[in-house]
């Protein structure tokens, strides 16, 4: 980054076990690692807790792929709604670019979730085993009783986190009823019933949690998530990255006897900004991809400087405009602007879309086998099958009519058509034609479809036809 700082990336070897070189970061606290902290549980939290919540006797979110009904909060979306998704999906993304133009890799420091489940199943090390010293110790010690009790503790935990976070994961297609609430004996011992589908998934996600979180942890970040590799990119001048003032901390060296400190720099080579990073670097090496910016070093070194009575601040939150230009920064930048004004628009869209919708679906589809046929009562007969879909959380009874047109009359099984809170109806449907009255060829016809009260109101297009006697 700077002219002064060291050119010195470490390349990184592609191993994706990162146990090979297993890092042990020591644990720390400070004013960023408490906010990241309350970050990542409140994360966690949050998706441990929303499949649970439950809103007009239904679970709140709850995206039911088989069926292919998707309800969130009140709102039942189908598979033709994908578009709302899609709008979201750009939303999440554009705000994602945003923050990384003002703030850098704040999502991976703070919020994203590989992030969050290396972080915990690295506290259980640290709960079962001890602190990094002790760690690195332990790996070094030869097999006993009592080290392979241990792992089998980690192993076991990291299981059952695991366990949790794949049943969560597939609460949201299943629904947590058919997850949690089929059971059945085999001997003495509840065993879960589920279908194929749920197993192999809950398979999946468990088996990639535990080798995400377990194994790979960082090498997940610095040589497969392309996220990390594109948003270097997007960084400028005037974003806040984590640095060390290598002006001010060099020449770095212990305090030895003998040593004039007027002679050093402020860092006094403690190793605690190493010792303390997840993905294992040295951020006096500079900006590196392997750098989440969790601003454990800045936390670190902040300790050591209190201890030893220098000014905060030799490794923090700068840009380079002030740390190499010696200048202001400009906080909001022109990009930044742009990717707002995306985002308030893309919101605008989504919000209009949304309260414009009507929650009632009609589909007509022209039967295939009875295209035009001439009846006993000598009308020309055309037949449809109308599918309704209640896409509302209440029940409603709908009525059909055919929006009028000389010669042509609405034939129907039912009347009214009650359907409960997302649920959908297929129903065949006859036009009858006068041949004297209607014209020859194809006659456009409007169904409508109206709830009781008239709340909600939907018309569909189709076509009358002569042809096909
Ligand atoms: S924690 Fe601070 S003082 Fe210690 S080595 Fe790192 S930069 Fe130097
Ligand atoms: S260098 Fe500092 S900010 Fe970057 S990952 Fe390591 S501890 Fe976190």
Not at 268 to 296: K, N, S, Y
Request: with cysteine; hydrophobic share 40%; proline share 4%.
């Amino acid at each position: 980054m700077s002219a002064q700082q060291p050119n010195k990336i470490p390349i990184q070897q592609i191993d994706l076990d990162a146990t090979k070189h297993r890092i042990h970061p020591r644990f720390v606290t400070g004013f960023y690692q408490n906010i990241r902290v309350i970050s990542m549980y409140a994360f966690l939290a949050l998706f441990l807790i929303l499949p649970w919540l439950r809103y007009n006797d239904r679970q709140a979110i709850w995206f039911d792929v088989p069926s292919q009904h998707y309800y969130i909060f009140g709102m039942t979306f189908l598979t033709q709604d994908f578009y709302f998704i899609a709008a979201f999906a750009l939303i999440a993304a554009f705000t994602l670019f945003m923050v990384t133009v003002y703030a850098g890799r704040v999502w991976c420091g703070y919020a994203c979730p590989q992030t969050i489940w290396t972080h915990l199943y690295q506290y259980v090390e640290k709960w079962v085993i001890g602190d990094r010293n002790k760690r690195i110790k332990f790996d070094k010690q030869p097999m006993s009783v009592s080290k392979a009790f241990k792992r089998f503790l980690v192993y076991f935990i990291w299981f059952v986190f695991s366990m949790i976070t794949a049943t969560t994961f597939v609460s949201y297609v299943s629904g947590t009823d058919a997850l949690y609430q089929s059971w059945q004996m085999i001997g003495f011992i509840p065993f879960p019933d589920w279908s194929t589908w749920i197993w192999v998934s809950v398979f999946i996600f468990a088996f990639s949690t535990y080798v995400n979180a377990g194994y790979m942890r960082e090498q997940m970040c610095v040589q497969i998530c392309p996220y990390g590799r594109f948003q270097s990119v997007m960084f400028d001048k005037d974003t806040l990255i984590v640095s060390y003032d290598y002006e001010r901390g060099e020449p770095r060296g212990a305090r030895k006897k003998g040593t004039n400190p007027d002679d050093l720099g402020d860092c006094i080579e403690c190793q605690m900004c190493v010792q303390v990073c997840p993905t294992g670097i040295d951020i006096r090496d500079g900006l590196q991809v392997a750098c989440i910016q969790c601003a454990a070093c800045v936390d670190a070194c902040n300790e050591v400087m209190d201890k030893v009575g220098y000014p905060r601040g030799l490794i923090r939150y700068t840009t380079e405009r002030q740390l190499v230009e010696k200048e202001k920064s400009q906080v909001f930048s022109l990009r930044f602007f742009a990717y707002l004004a995306v985002i308030v628009i893309l919101c605008g869209g989504l919000v209009y879309a949304l309260t414009d919708r009507v929650p009632l679906e009609i589909d007509i589809r022209r039967d295939r086998n009875q295209l035009s046929s001439l009846n006993t009562q000598g009308m020309i007969e055309n037949s449809y099958i109308v599918k309704l879909t209640n896409k509302t959380q209440d029940e409603h009874t709908y009525t059909i009519t055919l929006a009028p047109k000389e010669g042509l009359s609405l034939h129907l099984t039912f009347n009214d058509v009650p359907l409960d809170p997302g649920e959908s109806f297929d129903m065949s449907v006859s036009i009858y034609g006068d041949p004297k009255v209607v014209d020859e060829g194809r006659t456009p016809i409007t169904l409508n479809v109206v709830s009781e009260g008239g709340k909600y109101k939907v018309s569909k297009q189709n076509v009358f036809t002569t042809q096909g006697q």
